[in-house]
Structure formats: C-alpha cells, structure tokens
C-alpha cells in the first residue's frame, strides 16, 4: 500500500512499523508533527516533556528497560539534550533509541542554523540522513537496527525541506512492541570515572566498526558527465535535478562517513565535488583522508536550491515564466485577540527594557509594540534580566523586565528564577500564562491540564510554584486591562527583590470560548488619534484618505483592548462575530 506522506509523518510511520513503545519529545518546528503523528498510534506510549534533555533521558529510561525508545526534536533542542546524548554514547543502549533532530536551514522558525552532523561528530555516535519521505519511514526502521547491533544511540537527521515535503511512501506492516529484558549491567550504565574509561575505548572500537559498516549503506549512481558528486539528504535532490548527467554518491549513513568508498569513488570520477549545506563536514572530512575534492564557491548560510546548485557548477538556469512580479507582504504577527498584546503595550508606554524568550510572544519585539529587546535561547531572558541587574548594582531595576511564557519556563526558566533568587536578584519575570505551547501549533504542556493524548493531567500552578522556590512578591494579572498592567508593573518593577507577574489569559486557539463578536469603529467618533493602531492587531486598519481607523470583523475577536485604549469611545460592539 503506498500513502503520500509528509517526512515527519513518514519519520512517525518508521518508529510505528519498528515496534517503537515509547516516544518522548519536546515540540519545536520542524520537528513537531513527528510527535503528534506518533500520538495516534494508540499502542505506542507518547508524552511531550518539559524539555529535551528530559525528553532524551526519559527514552534513554525506556530503552534500558527494554523498549525501543525514540525522542524528537529541533536543532537547537539538541543542545539541550547533548548531555544524555554525549555520556548515552559511553552507556550505549540495551533496546534500540533514536534522536529525530531535525535542521532548519535559512532560520524559517529558528534563531539559528546550526548543522546537527557536527553533534554526531563530537558525540561518536552514527547518524543516518534521508532525501525524501520513504527514506525517512525507512531510514527510522534501520536507525533502530543499527541502534541495537552496535549498543549505540543513533541521529536521524532531517530538514525543513525534508520534515515538511510530501512524497510517497510505500507502507509496511506494523510490528508489535519491542520487547528486551530490563537491563541491569554496573559497569555499563553507571559512568563513574573508572566505568567511564572502560567505555571510552569501547565507543573508539565501535565508532570504526560503524564506518565499515556505513560503506554497506551508500549508493552510487552513475553519469554521462564525467564527474563526481557526494552528497545526500535534501542536497541530494537538488543534485540530481540540477546536474542530471553527474555520478552522484549518495551515503545514507553521513557520520562516520564511509571514506574507503568515497576513495574508490573518486578514482571513478574525472573531478570530485561536494554539494552540502551548512557546514563543510563531507568536505573536510574528505580532504582529511588525502581525497582531492575540486572547490566550489559556496555559501555556509542558508540553504540550497535546484537553481543555486547549478549556479555552483555554472549551469545555464531554466526559463520561467514570471507569475507575478510583487507578491503582497505578510510580516509576522501577534494574532488578533493575543492575550499578551495588552501586557506588551503597557511595557512600550512604560518605556522597559525586555529580556525576551523564544516563543510566539517574541513577536513583541515589531513595531509598533517594540515591547522585546532581547531573544537569545529558551529560558534566557530570565537569567540575563538577573545578570543585567546584578552587574549594574540595582541600577536596572525599575526600568527592565524579563519576559517568558508558560511553556518556555517550565522549559528551562524556572531554573533561571531559582538562581535570581538565591542570589538575592531584583528581576521582574513576567510570565505569559496562555495555557498552551502557542508557537510550534498549540501543543499541551505541564500546565495545560492535559496530555498529548488528551487525557486529563495535573496542571501546573505558576502563584504556588513561584512561591515555592521563594519569590515573595507574586502579582497575576489580566493582560487586557491595561491601566492595571502599567500600575503593577511599575510596581514590581521598583521593588528591590525578586518578584513575577503572571498574566491569565488563554490563547484564543487553545480555548476559543474566549472569542466575543467583533467590534466596531464609529467614523462619527473617531479623532483619527490612532491609539489604537499602536497595538498593532492585524483586524485594525487605518484610512489615510479618511484619517479613521476601522476595524474587520472577519479578523476581530472581540477582546476589547482596543475599546479599553481608546479615550473617545469610538470603539463599539460590532454584528459580526468571528468565525
């Protein structure tokens, strides 16, 4: 039976046709879907953590006792996760474990773009790279193999382009939960020192059997053109659609290489060349084997394209024909009815300075809010408001704020919030509690009162938490009333300890009850003062010709802000109600 399939449903697919029973991940695009396309498979146990590295020790748990484990992530989770990952290298595993880390070259929804094969690298672990969505069903099923032949963790890579693509994928028959005896082995699973040393060796004896191993993976095809091309996962299609006539070598598994192959590849070949994103791995690592690979003036940001390939070997691009000359700008947004829209005005009147997080709220930072300074990592803002003040005596203080939501600080903020006030900090945290994790497609976490599989769980309470760890002064306010926001955080944001401010509106697509019929605005009224365009909702627009704002009530959802803002009751209730 064949299915066209997205690359994370794919990836999901190849963890169900393995016999996968647990799956523990952390949601952040483009990874997600792979997660939530797991959660329908009733059989398998799946959960989203409070973070990756929990996430990473969590499946390493599941594959000691026995259970084929997998947890996914982005890129930049991997950095968290490292620590499981690094010393899972030393352990190795008892059933198979895989880490889906999926890349996100050119930044479409990330603050960087590293390249994670650097990560298999540095770990001595395998890592495996699909080009399309049956490698990604299939290459998951091998990962676990390999995972459980060589006592090792594996890294499936994949890539925006990859992640998100659909293409078809023949399906195979489910396999029933993979079952091993729970492992009890001292001197494998406890790292001390002395074990630790003893694994050492045994990692450097593996990793060389894993490159002989990768040469049994690779596929060569061949070309009319007389030269050479090693490439693979999203590079790969591009390679072939750009140079039809090249000899491509294609290596599945992509660390370690299979450098014995690629030698006798070369010798095959007139001229050798590497065609890869990011970073120049293959290619340093083939030059280091002594393999002449001819240069090519590539670029180490962003991400290739068919075209940008054959601009790399000076092929004559295609002729298209143009469809459209200006396509209309869509700048990203807060949503209309944000609840931290209200909370976000009120800090640019009051003029601070936010240390801000990742997630959608980052969106603060546009104009005309411009209510976010910094975006660094997930739960940075916490900790760099806390060094900011400190470094400066107090001098911050009552003037800066760190800003965080719900998800992001059960992620790595609380952590942040203990050590301010352990070290007698005087950080505002403002934490945005809209029920959900908003940015990556409104998946559950701790404080959501549910699970991934929506059944009912214990929802973390921010007032108690907060207090648990110490912090004294704990406001919680409505992000729509705006006069109460300026009047508590000017506040706090002058009090000489650590405090935090807790917002309690849900986002509008995690409980859309909260959606009321849109409002309108009375052209009788209207001074043209345009306050309310300074909360920059997207359902408010302005009439140059007329000098009036108005308001669509296809977009509108009715929350009030822009009524509570405008000093001339202009703002009314509408007919409309949004859908």
């Known amino acids: 039976m064949n299915k066209i399939m997205s690359g994370n449903e794919a990836f999901a697919r190849g963890a169900f046709e393995a016999g996968v029973g647990f799956v523990s991940s952390y949601p952040g695009t483009p990874s997600t879907e792979i997660t939530e396309f797991i959660s329908k498979y009733g059989d398998i146990v799946s959960e989203w953590a409070s973070n990756e590295k929990v996430a990473a020790e969590a499946a390493l748990g599941a594959s000691l006792a026995g259970r084929r484990a997998m947890t996914c992530m982005k890129h930049v989770g991997l950095n968290l996760a490292s620590e499981p990952l690094m010393t899972g290298s030393y352990t190795g595993v008892n059933a198979g474990l895989v880490f889906i880390v999926a890349d996100d070259p050119n930044m479409h929804s990330s603050q960087n ?339 991934i599989k929506k059944e009912p769980a214990y929802a973390v309470k921010f007032p108690e938490l907060c207090a648990a760890v110490g912090v004294k002064r704990i406001r919680v306010v409505d992000p729509f009333d705006v006069e109460e926001c300026m009047r508590v955080l000017k506040e706090e944001t002058e009090a000489k300890e650590v405090s935090v401010i807790i917002t309690n509106r849900p986002c509008i697509f995690a409980d859309r009850s909260v959606i009321k019929p849109s409002l309108a605005v009375n052209a009788s009224k209207c001074t043209g003062c345009k306050i309310c365009t300074r909360l920059g909702c997207p359902a408010i627009t302005w009439d140059n010709s007329a000098r009036k704002a108005s308001i669509d009530p296809a977009m509108c959802t009715g929350c009030d802000l822009c009524m509570k803002v405008c000093r001339f009751s202009a703002i009314e209730k509408g007919e409309g109600r949004h859908g």
């Not at 049994?216 to 095809?221: I, S």
């Not at 469809?323 to 700008?329: T, Y």
């Open 113 to 451: 773009e590293q390249d994670s094969r650097n990560y298999a690298r540095f770990a001595k672990v395998p890592m495996l790279e699909p080009s399309d969505s049956q490698e990604a069903k299939d290459f998951t099923k091998l990962a676990f193999e390999i995972s459980e032949k060589f006592s090792v963790p594996v890294i499936v890579r994949s890539e925006t382009r990859v992640s998100h693509s659909m293409s078809v994928v023949s399906l195979g028959e489910q396999a029933e939960i993979f079952k091993k005896d729970f492992e009890k082995d001292t001197d494998k699973w406890v790292m001390v020192p002395a074990n630790a040393r003893r694994r050492h060796r045994a990692v450097e004896e593996r990793l060389k059997c894993l490159q002989a191993y990768s040469g049994l993976l690779a596929k060569v095809e061949k070309g009319e053109g007389g030269y050479g091309v090693v490439c693979s996962g999203v590079a790969y299609q591009y390679v072939k659609e750009a140079l039809p006539d090249a000899c491509i070598f294609k290596p599945a598994m992509v660390w370690p290489l299979p450098m014995k192959e690629i030698a006798e590849f070369a010798r095959t070949v007139g001229k050798l060349y590497v065609v890869e994103e990011l970073d120049p791995i293959f290619e340093t690592e083939i030059k280091a084997a002594g393999i002449d690979v001819e240069p090519l003036p590539r670029d180490l940001c962003g991400e290739l394209s068919q075209d940008a390939v054959r601009a790399l070997f000076n092929k004559e691009l295609p002729e298209t024909e143009e469809v459209c000359s200006e396509l209309p700008v869509r700048p990203p947004n807060l949503c209309p009815g944000c609840s931290h829209r209200g909370i976000f005005y009120a800090m640019s009147r009051l003029k601070l300075f936010s240390f801000g997080d990742i997630g959608c709220y980052t969106l603060g930072l546009l104009p005309p809010l411009n209510a976010v300074n910094t975006t660094v990592c997930m739960g940075a803002g916490v900790s760099m408001a806390h060094g900011a003040d400190r470094a400066t005596n107090g001098d911050a203080a009552g003037k800066s704020v760190a800003v965080i939501g719900d998800s992001t600080f059960l992620h790595t903020g609380l952590a942040g919030l203990i050590n301010s006030v352990y070290n007698k900090g005087v950080s505002t945290v403002v934490i945005l509690d809209n029920r959900i994790t908003g940015m990556t497609g409104h998946q559950p976490n701790p404080a959501s009162g549910f699970t």
